[in-house]
Every structure is written in structure tokens, then in C-alpha cells.
């Protein structure tokens, strides 16, 4: 396997079996508990009114009370008269490599505990949890073998629970948000109404959770509501249109169910139990598997400059598209996004998407031609197929669409899918949907093509084993700069979505915008400073990044600069400062040199940064680019004014960074 085969340095380190009812060493209080490597987090699980339950502990506090878990199937409950059968024991630690990420390899070390359950009372169902402890938090999934009794089955909810000790504040959107696009808001857990995951919270000062899931597979996405108004979240799952949520047959796993443990803001950032909770790559050869940042024929459509459809500004032409390759290959970007250059934005697609074709363009519109030009200046056509939510006429035309990118060197594809119901019928986050997300994915992969899905499910780590899974949306992202009536979004939007929406994965929030004036929503604009849509480049990651604006807007600009410079796969990542909703700073060593990059921004209050660089190499030196927050900046009236100085640095320096409200500060640290 190249790229992604699998570094290990200790494989599986033992495993040892417990049955509870064996003489073994250890008591049967201790063989129903698990430890992280670290010995920080312990996870206790075990049997309480004949109801299986758990419970979680970090350096002797409780992190979550007791419990229970358990499945509402159609042909029974699944949970109840329970017994334990058997308890195991495991443990495993590697590194593996990722071909694109916020880090080069990532540790996968935890240990792992199996209870094995029974029911007291006949038919005698039988079903698994398999627990993880890592040392950033856990994991959990519930596993059916096929027996007698539990073949073919539906799964109506689940009753897993997670019992906060005490209430917390949380920030979170409302489950059926469309396409995930809102504001993530700040309210205690226990007045929550169902919210979907990632679901971030505060519980104290020095303690801080993430509760969502991994590998979402065939399965329906995960959400959360409290108990009777209570500090208890129970899950929720995205359900079929008649009502069902899970369709299975045995032997099945469910996806984990995943808490992230942290000290601070920004570990969470940093924690990697998602992606370790997915399966290895399952492409061989992943060197056509390529990130970078890339210009898009898009823009100009939000400020009504051009149209998707045909007509005197259809923006998708030759002419248009070819200026665009010109300056990305000027420029040193890797693509072009291309919108509404195929058969279908004519009428009312969004209603419709039926009538889209994915292989025939418009008359002003040579593929052929355009293709071969681009390869010319080394530089990619990367395609665009809206569904429109027409899921079943766009899994039809799979094969021939990808075949004939793949002939003419398309090797990147942004989907869409601007429908509330997938097929006028099922929900995105639905079992339905879920199947038909990762169709596209591994159909993508025979050919070679990397994926952007906007409109997406949740992400849930699957970009592990599919690596051509780019980015998605999913999140309220920078077109709501162009025509939200709410003027746009809001500072705190960009220092609160790194800690909500980011942690499911990297998000196509698409930053870049130069060009504040609006002729179509005057009051509409980035809430942000000039200074700051550089800073996002960093902050909000993505591997696949589009510059915003029509490049028209970026001619003669030293703001420019950063745009050009900054890359999007990265070798190792570091939060020197965060706070939910008000700030947060990430650094990022290129993974291509020796260089560094640096986000800093700030909510509508104004801040003064201390930047230490201890994270530099000892006895380097280094020369820092700063683009700031000029003299008067602000994001209401002043959005433009950049300072650009250099200065000279290594790992004593202290940075002192002024950020005017709704502003930020990019920096560059190039290894002399």
C-alpha cells in the first residue's frame, strides 16, 4: 500500500480474555473497568436493574454518571433481563500515516474492553459493546451477531444515554438545521431542545467534552436530547421518512459513539480519536490524492454578475473559465471550480434536479478545450455536479460522468445536493442519505476523483479510510456573506465553529473574500476585517481551500500574498490560545518545508495577542511575515485597512499582536 500502509510500532501489545466468572487475579469489579494508557480516564460498565450502563471518570472526577445503554428494535427491545457473558480485555498502539491532514502520523493507542451481554429470559438475544479508552477520551459501538432470533431486524431508536454529573454549557444547532447551516448558540444542557452532534460543553474551567460519533456506515446520523429537562442527553437517530431509523441485518456494528476529553479549548482541536475510531485506508495508491487551494467561477453568481444558467452572464464559458486558469497558474493554484457549465440550472432545478446531466455541457462551454488548456498551464478543471437532492438520477449517471472526468483530467468533483429531502423524500442525515454519500465515495475512488460534498451528512471521520473524501460543508460558511438577511455572519461565528462543526471535520467554508461591497444585499458583507479573511485560511481547515472572491478583486493587493503562500496540508498543529466564542490561535508547520503559518482571530471585541513561539525549532531562526489589523480597522465600516511588516524571530520570541473588532492576524514564519 503506498502513502496510507500502516506504520506501526507496537502492534497488538496483548490480549487477554476475562470471563467474570473465572478465578483470574483480578475481581470482577475490576474486569468491568477500563483504563486509558495513561491511567487520566477510567470507563466502568456493568449491569443495574437488568440494564447495562457505563460510566466515565477522569483523575478521580466524574465525567459522566450512570448510563444505560441499550436499542429499540421493531421485534423487541433490546436492553432489558440482562446478564454478562464474558468480558475482554485488549490493548493496541500504532501510528499511521495520514496522505493529507492537520498532522503527518497520528498516534492510535488505547485500550479496549468487550462485554459481552445476554438476555436473562428467552429468546436469549445476545448482542457486544466494545468500549475504547483513549487518552483523550472514549469511544463506544454496540455489535449484533446473527442468531436465531435477530437476523433481519429494524432498529427504531437508540437508548443510549450520556449522564452529565452536572450542568454544562454547551454550544449547538437544532437537529433538522438544513444542510447544518446555523449558528451555533450557547445555552445550559439541560434546556437544549434535540440538537445534532458534534455537541461541544463546558462543564468547568479545566474540563471540557465533545460528544459525537464515528464511521457513520450504513446507518442513521446521530443526535441528542435531554431528559426531562435534565442533565441526561439520550440519542436521537435521523429517521427514514416512515419512521423506521435503521434498516440491518446481523451480524451488524453500529457507529461508535464518541466523547472527546479535554483539559482546554484547544486540545479538542487537537484530539485524533475520531479519525482512530475509522477504519485504515482502503485505497492502495494514493498519490493522485492531492490537496490545495484553488479560484472558483462562483462568486460573481452570489453578486448577481453572472448566472449558473445560460444567457448573455453565464458565467461558466470558455472565455470566463480560461482567464480563470490563467490566473491560478499565475498564481500558483492548483484548480478551477467551475459552476453551472452542464445541461439543467435552466428552470426550476432545486424542484427538479432530475433534468441535470452530468457529461453534456452548454453550447459556450468546450470541456475538450478547456481541459487541454489548463493541463497546459498546470493547472486542473475541477468539476461541479448540483443534484438538486435528485439522489437516484445522479447514482445513475455515476459511472459515465466520473469516466469522462477521469479521460480529461478532472480529478476533483464539488456535489451538491439544494434540497431539503434527498429524492423529494428522505432526510440527508438518514440512513438514506447515508448510503448514498458513501456511493458516490468509493464510486469516486475507482476513478480516481476526490470529493467536496456540500449538503452533506455530518462528517464522522470516514476521510481515514476514503482519503479522496476531501471536505464538505455542512456548515453555515462564507456565502452567507453574500446574501443572508441577517447581513452575514456574525465575528463569533469563525471563533465558535472550530470547536463545534470543525471537530466532525474539515469544512468547505470557502474564506477569501476581498471585496466587501454588496450591490445586491448592501447590508450584507463579512463581519470580519480584511486581516481576518486571511487568518481563516489557517483557522478553518480544509485540505481542499478556495479562494472566495472574483479574481478581478485580488489584482494588486499585498494581502494577496498570504493567499499565495499559504498551503493546506500540514505537519503538525498547535493551539497556543482558545476560548470559545471570543478567540482562538492555531499554528501549522508546512508539510512541505520548514515553515509555519499562523491563524489569530478575534469575535466584535478588539484584543491585544501574546504570541509566544516556543513551538519553533530551539536555535533556529526565522523570519515572520505579518499581515495585521491596520490603524481604524473594524469589521462594521473599516474592513480593509492590512499592515504588513517582517520581523525577525525564533523560539524565545513573544509576539504582540493588536486584532481590531471582528479582526485577525496571518502570519508567516519562513525558516532562514
Not at 436469549?124 to 446473527?146: A, C, L, Q, T
Not at 481515514?464 to 465575528?491: C, F, H, I, K
Not at 509555519?596 to 533556529?620: C, H, K, M, Q, Y
Request: charged share 20%.
Amino acid at each position: 500500500m503506498k502513502n496510507m500502509k500502516t506504520l506501526k510500532i507496537y502492534s497488538l501489545l496483548f490480549t487477554v480474555s476475562l470471563s467474570i466468572l473465572s478465578t483470574a487475579s483480578c475481581t470482577k469489579e475490576d474486569s468491568q473497568k477500563v483504563s486509558s494508557p495513561d491511567k487520566n480516564i477510567q470507563l466502568s460498565a456493568g449491569i443495574k436493574d437488568g440494564k447495562m450502563y457505563y460510566t466515565v471518570s477522569r483523575k478521580e472526577t466524574e465525567v459522566i454518571d450512570t448510563s444505560f445503554l441499550g436499542l429499540t428494535l421493531k421485534e423487541g427491545y433490546l436492553g432489558e433481563n440482562l446478564k454478562i457473558k464474558k468480558i475482554e480485555h485488549s490493548s493496541f498502539n500504532e501510528m499511521w500515516h495520514q496522505p493529507w491532514g492537520e498532522e503527518s502520523s497520528i498516534e492510535n493507542k488505547y485500550n479496549q474492553m468487550i462485554v459481552d451481554v445476554e438476555e436473562s429470559d428467552e429468546p436469549k438475544r445476545n448482542f457486544s459493546v466494545v468500549f475504547r479508552v483513549f487518552n483523550d477520551g472514549i469511544g463506544f459501538r454496540y455489535v449484533i451477531p446473527e442468531q436465531p432470533d435477530l437476523k433481519e431486524f429494524t432498529i427504531m431508536d437508540e437508548q443510549t444515554e450520556f449522564a452529565l454529573p452536572e450542568d454544562a454549557i454547551a454550544w449547538s444547532i437544532p437537529w433538522d438545521t438544513e444542510y447544518y447551516e446555523g449558528l451555533f448558540k450557547p445555552s445550559l444542557v439541560s434546556r437544549l431542545d434535540t440538537i445534532c452532534t458534534p455537541l461541544t460543553m463546558k462543564v468547568n474551567e479545566k474540563l471540557y467534552l465533545t460528544i459525537h460519533e464515528a464511521n457513520l456506515t450504513d446507518y442513521a446520523s446521530l443526535n441528542l436530547a435531554p431528559k426531562r429537562n435534565t442533565t441526561t442527553l439520550k440519542a436521537f437517530l435521523t429517521p427514514w421518512s416512515t419512521g423506521e431509523k435503521v434498516f440491518a441485518n446481523a451480524p451488524m456494528q453500529t457507529p461508535w459513539r464518541t466523547v472527546i476529553i479535554a483539559d482546554k479549548p484547544g486540545d479538542l482541536i487537537l484530539s485524533r480519536l475520531m479519525l482512530n475510531l475509522n477504519e485504515p485506508c482502503k485505497i492502495e495508491d494514493t498519490s493522485w490524492i492531492q490537496p490545495g487551494r484553488y479560484i472558483g467561477i462562483w462568486w460573481g453568481m452570489h453578486m448577481k454578475k453572472q448566472t449558473w444558467e445560460q444567457g448573455p452572464k453565464h458565467g461558466a464559458t470558455t472565455e470566463n473559465t480560461m482567464n480563470y486558469i490563467d490566473f491560478a497558474a499565475k498564481h500558483g493554484f492548483s484548480g478551477v471550480l467551475v459552476e453551472g457549465w452542464n445541461y439543467g440550472w435552466d428552470g426550476d432545478w432545486s424542484a427538479n434536479g432530475d433534468q441535470f446531466s452530468f457529461t453534456k455541457a452548454y453550447p459556450d462551454f468546450d470541456l475538450e478545450k478547456i481541459t487541454s488548456y489548463a493541463a497546459s498551464k498546470g493547472v486542473r478543471l475541477i468539476g461541479h455536479n448540483e443534484t438538486g437532492g435528485a439522489a437516484q438520477n445522479y447514482e445513475a449517471q455515476l459511472d459515465s460522468a466520473f469516466a469522462l472526468y477521469q479521460k480529461y483530467g478532472i480529478n476533483a468533483v464539488k456535489t451538491g445536493y439544494v434540497n431539503p429531502l434527498l429524492d423529494h423524500k428522505e432526510l440527508h442525515g438518514s440512513q438514506y442519505g447515508v448510503r448514498h454519500y458513501r456511493k458516490v465515495i468509493e464510486t469516486a475512488a475507482k476513478y480516481n476523483i476526490m470529493i467536496d460534498n456540500h449538503e452533506p451528512v455530518m462528517p464522522t471521520g470516514l476521510q481515514r479510510t476514503y482519503p479522496n473524501l476531501m471536505t464538505q460543508e455542512g456548515v453555515r460558511g462564507q456565502e452567507y456573506d453574500a446574501w443572508s438577511a441577517d447581513g452575514g455572519n456574525p465575528p463569533e461565528h469563525t471563533t465558535t465553529i472550530p470547536f463545534t462543526r470543525g471537530l466532525a471535520g474539515p469544512m468547505d467554508f470557502t474564506p477569501g473574500t476581498f471585496n466587501f461591497n454588496n450591490p445586491v444585499h448592501p447590508q450584507t458583507h463579512p463581519q470580519t476585517t480584511l486581516a481576518k479573511q486571511l487568518a481563516l485560511a489557517v483557522v478553518l481547515y480544509s485540505p481542499l481551500q478556495m479562494a472566495s472572491d472574483m479574481i478581478e478583486n485580488y489584482e494588486n493587493n499585498p494581502a494577496f500574498d498570504f493567499i499565495t503562500s499559504c498551503p493546506t496540508n500540514w505537519a503538525k498543529t498547535v493551539v497556543p490560545e482558545a476560548k470559545i466564542g471570543e478567540y482562538v490561535t492555531i499554528a501549522r508547520k508546512d508539510r512541505d518545508s520548514e515553515n509555519w503559518f499562523i491563524g489569530s482571530i478575534t469575535n466584535a471585541s478588539p484584543r491585544e495577542v501574546n504570541l509566544p513561539l516556543s513551538f519553533l525549532d530551539a536555535n533556529a531562526s526565522y523570519k515572520a511575515h505579518i499581515f495585521a489589523d491596520g490603524e481604524e480597522a473594524n469589521y462594521k465600516n473599516n474592513p480593509y485597512p492590512v499592515t504588513i511588516t517582517e520581523e525577525n524571530v525564533n523560539s524565545s520570541t513573544v509576539l504582540t499582536l493588536k486584532q481590531a473588532p471582528g479582526g485577525g492576524t496571518a502570519i508567516m514564519i519562513i525558516k532562514e
